[in-house]
C-alpha cells in the first residue's frame, strides 16, 4: 500500500521556495579543485618555455655555395692577375 502522507524523497520544491544546490565535494575524483588546474596551467607552461629555450639555429643551406663562390672568386682575381702579367711580357717580347 502506498501511503500519501509521507512526500516522495526526490520530489520537487514547494511552490515559493527556492531549491539550493548541493555544496561541492572536495576531495576524491579527477579533479580536485581549482589547485590541480593551476599545477597543470604551470606544467604546460613550463614545458613550453623549455622548448623555446631548447631551439637551435637552423643550418644555412647556402653556406657551402657561398664558401664555393668566394674561392671561385680568389681564383678568378689570381687567374686574371697571371693573364695580365703574361700579356705584359708578351708585349714587352714583342716590342724590342
Known amino acids: 500500500m502506498c501511503s500519501r502522507s509521507r512526500p516522495h524523497p526526490n520530489s520537487p520544491p514547494p511552490a515559493g521556495e527556492g531549491s539550493e544546490l ?22 604546460a607552461c613550463a614545458a613550453s618555455l623549455t622548448a623555446c ?22 681564383v678568378n682575381d689570381v687567374v686574371t692577375g697571371a693573364a695580365a702579367d703574361q700579356r705584359k711580357q708578351i708585349d714587352e717580347q714583342e716590342t724590342k
Open 22 to 43: 548541493p555544496p561541492l565535494r572536495s576531495g576524491g575524483g579527477l579533479w580536485r579543485g581549482p589547485t590541480v588546474l593551476a599545477h597543470c596551467l604551470l606544467l
Open 53 to 74: 629555450n631548447k631551439q637551435e639555429p637552423a643550418p644555412d643551406p647556402l653556406k657551402a655555395q657561398r664558401s664555393a663562390v668566394q674561392k671561385a672568386k680568389g
